[in-house]
């Protein structure tokens, strides 16, 4: 090779030189494309694993988002564990309230009973005779007891009567009484029935078939489709009062609103059902809620109901709620809770900038937390917002920003 090399004029020596130059070149450019995709797909199989994680959370883990800053310099590290990364230094700061520390309740004793409950007594007498001896005093001892609801016929009985003369035994029109106003009309079930069965399944969730399987064990013998039927007619009569129920919650000028898919049978094919959705509408001011059933997410269903609302609308960041935000009258407002869900979710991924997020979240708790032990007014969790939340919120919102810029896209701080 040297030889070769040594027998070469210039020319063809730096005709050599180029063409190894290219070459090398050609190979960089390579290494530099195949290092893109290895990084690429890093990136891909890093998202691939943080879906999979969410859903195996989702799953089977904790529901809880509970997090707890690791920067104790007292708490041990087991041998195996990996070193975690160096955390920018972080800006000490000095609690300027003290937390008020509840007294410890003393037990109460034996539970009181309410005095609105009937009471019977019973009198337990000695079994010795006691007729030459002198009562000196008693002891009550009280037993929560439960009379077994039982059912019954309450039969109306209408006496006819008509006008007859003495003289001529003349027949005159008959009179009889009318029969009072019935929650069902021509039904066999009482209000107080009624009540029972709406109680049982839509405050203590009894499904129709086991009220069914309790009626049979007192030998009433009813069907799904006449508990159904009931519930239907129950429903009807309670339009009015939810009808109020809305105007009232609808007339409040802040809203928290979100829905909830729920799995409704399907009357045409047995045995399936097809995803309905609540959309839940919370007044925080009157502490009242509105439950409004749609078939399906579209904003066809909260648009005919919020299309006369005004006022502040808190919703989580489902795209259909950024159409209210165009509506003059509305103001939106996002959710904390859900805003700082990413960060916790992003932990195990970049626990750097995920945790300094989070403390950031639980500077802003506190300052709610402490407004509620102060219990101060409206007007004094206004100020203390803006004197000790708003610093934090702008200084949240520039880091934000600027790490947003500076994270892999795709990324779980940048999805």
């Given at each position: 090779m040297s030889e070769a090399l040594e027998n070469m004029t210039k020319e063809q020596l730096l005709e050599k030189y180029k063409?190894?130059?290219?070459?090398?070149?050609?190979?960089?450019?390579?290494?530099?494309e195949n290092q893109a995709t290895i990084d690429k797909m890093q990136a891909q199989i890093s998202q691939m694993q943080f879906q999979i994680d969410q859903m195996n959370r989702l799953l089977y883990g904790a529901k809880r988002e509970r997090f707890i800053s690791n920067d104790d310099e007292n708490q041990l590290s087991l041998p195996f564990e990996v070193p975690q990364e160096e955390a920018p230094e972080k800006e000490q700061e000095v609690i300027t309230y003290v937390r008020e520390k509840k007294k410890r309740k003393e037990h109460p004793g034996?539970?009181?009973?309410?005095?609105?409950?009937?009471?019977?007594?019973?009198?337990?007498?000695?079994?010795?005779?006691?007729?030459?001896?002198?009562?000196?005093?008693?002891?009550?001892?009280?037993?929560?007891?439960?009379?077994?609801?039982?059912?019954?016929?309450?039969?109306?009985?209408?006496?006819?009567?008509?006008a007859v003369t003495d003289k001529t035994q003349e027949q005159h029109r008959g009179v009889i009484a009318e029969l009072p106003v019935f929650p069902i009309e021509k039904g066999i079930a009482g209000p107080g029935l009624l009540a029972q069965?709406?109680?049982?399944?839509?405050?203590?969730?009894?499904?129709?078939?086991?009220?069914?399987?309790?009626?049979?064990r007192e030998q009433i013998q009813l069907s799904s489709s006449t508990l159904n039927g009931w519930q239907e007619s129950v429903c009807n009569l309670l339009e009015p009062l939810y009808d109020t129920l809305k105007h009232r919650v609808l007339s409040q000028g802040y809203l928290q609103v979100d829905e909830t898919p729920i799995a409704v049978l399907d009357k045409n094919k047995k045995g399936k059902t097809h995803r309905g959705y609540h959309w839940i509408y919370h007044s925080p001011l009157e502490k009242t809620v509105l439950f409004d059933?749609?078939?399906?997410?579209?904003?066809?269903?909260?648009?005919?109901?919020?299309?006369?609302?005004?006022?502040?609308l808190q919703t989580d960041g489902y795209n259909v709620y950024d159409l209210f935000a165009r509506e003059k009258d509305i103001t939106p407002v996002n959710c904390m809770a859900h805003a700082?869900?990413?960060?916790?979710?992003?932990?195990?991924?970049?626990?750097?900038?995920?945790?300094?997020?989070?403390?950031?979240?639980?500077?802003?708790?506190?300052?709610?937390?402490?407004?509620?032990?102060?219990?101060?007014?409206?007007?004094?969790?206004?100020?203390?917002?803006?004197?000790?939340?708003?610093?934090?919120m702008n200084k949240l919102g520039k880091w934000i920003v600027e790490t947003y810029k500076t994270s892999e896209p795709k990324s779980p701080l940048n999805p």
């Open positions: 063409l190894q130059e290219a070459i090398i070149e050609e190979r960089e450019v390579a290494l530099e034996r539970l009181a009973l309410p005095s609105h409950l009937p009471v019977e007594e019973i009198i337990l007498e000695p079994e010795e005779d006691t007729s030459n001896m002198k009562c000196i005093g008693k002891e009550v001892t009280d037993q929560l007891e439960l009379v077994p609801a039982k059912l019954f016929i309450r039969r109306f009985i209408r006496p006819k009567y008509i069965i709406m109680v049982d399944k839509f405050v203590d969730h009894l499904p129709v078939y086991r009220q069914i399987e309790r009626f049979k059933y749609n078939t399906g997410r579209s904003r066809e269903g909260p648009g005919k109901l919020l299309k006369d609302f005004k006022g502040y700082r869900r990413g960060f916790e979710k992003a932990l195990p991924y970049d626990k750097k900038h995920a945790e300094y997020a989070m403390e950031m979240f639980q500077k802003l708790y506190a300052i709610e937390q402490k407004a509620r032990e102060q219990d101060l007014s409206p007007q004094q969790r206004h100020t203390l917002r803006l004197d000790e939340a708003l610093p934090v």
